[in-house]
């Protein structure tokens, strides 16, 4: 995909401190996030503001954000709970159900802050009961927003009983995402938070404007780390942790410098009493630590160099932004993740809680 030239201009003067022990980058974006409401937002909003510019806000609230009235009040609930003097932007997404309707769209692109739409299949993941029960009925809705170039952002998976949940991504890949791509070929498309190697070798071999977000744990940890000596629930996410050989291929994806990958965190914060227990709910809390944990990836895999292109430019690129102004610097300076965090009158339980990361955003 190629850079918009003010775009451009800005990656041109950046310079990157790409040495041992520090690297300095534009200040990167959220593309994928979760931040709750009411209560959870004195915790979710400043996390998100600490080293993003702007964050893609998922509308799975109860009732989903279906309208741009519904996005307009929790705009400004975020907005509301935001640090005083942050300049951090919540993006706006609308929830795509079996009713949404073509002037929906035209109203969501009319709007100034609603950026995308969001497709959940009914059932899929947290707050999802409301989701399209039958993606063709959603055809003519995909037609206006191949139309207007509002993106369409894809939880890519089916929730059918028959279906592995190890299998969903790569069975929605077969049975919808290639008519979706063949019918609607102009329809700017993001397959979110992917996790396997054939959702990584779709994206990047297919043609016209379709990208991915990854998220941290999907880089850092597989299924064996979830499983193996006991389940372990702060690991349990959906899409779910996949094998080893599907963690690798995500690997090379982000680290790739391919335009089509960029980083999204699907940070889900729940309640540490909401996840240990006999149904304890999906989602990785990854805001407190969000960049290092990218850093800790990138690091590993000697890819370093990468780092700025996924999380600072190529997701601006895609949804036609402008890059942040501001720029952020990482330092090598191992630390160790705190184990638990105040949240909405209760705690969480952090990605990478009680593990050490070498990496440290300078304040």
Known sequence: MIPTSANAAAAAQTLIGRNMDQLTI?????????????????TTVPAAARCFGRGIVMPNLVPPVKNVAAATAYRERILAARPENSEWQPLMVLYLTDNTSADDIRAAHACAFV??????????????????????????????????????????????????????????IDRHLVRIREK???????????????????????????????????????????????????????????????????????????????????????????????????????????IELYAEAFDRAGAMHQLEGFASRYGADFYNLAYNRRKITLNRDPWTVPERIDYDGGELIPLAAGQALNWRLQN
């Open 184 to 290: 609607f070929p102009a329809l700017k498309m993001v397959l979110e938070h992917i996790t396997t190697e054939q959702g990584a070798t779709f994206v990047r071999h297919s043609e016209g404007p379709l990208a991915a977000s990854i998220t941290p744990q999907h880089l850092l940890y597989n299924r064996n780390d979830m499983l193996v000596g006991g389940i372990r629930p702060h690991l349990f996410c959906l899409p779910i942790l996949k094998r080893n050989r599907h963690q690798t291929a995500l690997i090379e994806a982000a680290t790739s410098g391919d335009s089509r990958f960029f980083l999204g965190t699907d940070s889900a914060p729940h309640p540490r009493n909401a996840k240990e227990n006999a149904c304890g709910c999906a989602g990785c809390y990854s805001h407190h630590a969000a």
């Open 115 to 172: 950026h995308a739409c969001k497709y959940y299949p009914a059932g899929a993941t947290t707050n999802s009961d409301s989701g399209v029960t039958d993606l063709e009925r959603l055809d003519e809705v995909f037609e206006t927003m191949q139309e207007l170039g509002v993106v369409l952002q894809m939880h890519g998976e089916v929730t059918d009983p028959d279906i592995d949940i190890f299998d969903r991504e790569a069975v929605f």
């Open 26 to 42: 534009i200040q990167p974006d959220d593309w994928h996030l979760h931040l709750r409401d009411e209560g959870a937002l004195a």
